[in-house]
């Protein structure tokens, strides 16, 4: 996947800001602001731990469940819980909301510009270097945007 579908993904986060107080508990248990909020934080915490790493000590141990959720191309929903790092707070506003979509875009415009093998450690794929983190950070994006689509439409 590549960095114009990211754009994309992140776009459309962008243009749900607006409903961040909406919520549908047969689809969530959390409302929209929380799924952008989450998605942001996805975004540019990846990027700055790609921009911090080593690439050196780079191993590939991308591990079995990481190759088949990215043959499939998606993550089923409410089978992971997201580490306390990338959680949102109690109180979400549309400013910082906003403020983190533009932090994302720039970051993610940075990642063509690292090494092969800078990367961030995925606490089930295990490392995740720069050829696979588009389409990483896409399937996490779309992943949370369907689910804000549901949110709306359901």
Known sequence: MSLEKLHLALTSLEEHIKNNSVSNSKISKSDIA??????????NN???????????TYKNNFSFLGKLFFTLGFFPRGKAKAPKHVRPPEVISKEDLISQVELAKANIDTIAT??????????????????????????HTNHHVKIIKDIMTK
Do not use: C
């Open 34 to 43: 929380w799924h952008i909020d989450h998605s942001l934080k996805v975004v």
């Open 46 to 56: 990846v990027s700055l731990a790609l921009q911090s790493s080593d690439p050196k």
């Open 114 to 139: 690292l090494e092969k093998n800078a990367y961030f450690k995925h606490p089930l794929f295990g490392n995740v270097n720069t050829p696979r983190i588009y389409k990483f950070l896409s399937m």
